[in-house]
Nanobody, 120 residues
Framework: QVHVEESGGGLVQAGDSLRLFCTAS????MGWFRQAPGKERELVSA????????YYADSVKGRFTISKSNNNNMLYLQMNSLKSEDTAVYYC?????????????????WGRGTQVTVSS
């Protein structure tokens, strides 16, 4: 069983930055999802196993940066210029695929989520 755990969430003001961390005991391609109150969970960003191919949702493009370190099984999400609409529970997820994975149903392993709240 692969264990996935996020950290780094918190309460910040609009315009601030925050960095999310995820440690995974296995898996290959990984992604960050988020779910805001009353909304469906959505893919925010994803990266392939090597770390060379990435995806960003239009709403975060240019503000968020995903990166990973296979040496220590870490995944990061640097979030800059945060907006109130970025408020959500952020989930880290891992797949058994090596390529960039955009479909939520292909993610097998999930963390419990970390709350990010951006006040305006």
């Amino acid at each position: 069983q692969v264990h996935v755990e996020e950290s780094g969430g918190g309460l910040v003001q609009a315009g601030d930055s925050l960095r999310l961390f995820c440690t995974a005991s296995g898996g290959y391609a990984m992604g960050w999802f988020r779910q805001a109150p009353g909304k469906e969970r959505e893919l925010v960003s994803a990266v392939d196993w090597i770390g060379s191919n990435t995806y960003y949702a239009d709403s975060v493009k240019g503000r968020f940066t995903i990166s990973k370190s296979n040496n220590n099984n870490m995944l990061y999400l640097q979030m800059n210029s945060l907006k109130s609409e970025d408020t959500a529970v952020y989930y880290c997820a891992a797949t058994t695929k090596s390529g960039l994975t955009l479909s939520e149903d292909r993610y097998t392993y999930w963390g419990r989520g970390t709350q990010v709240t951006v006040s305006s």
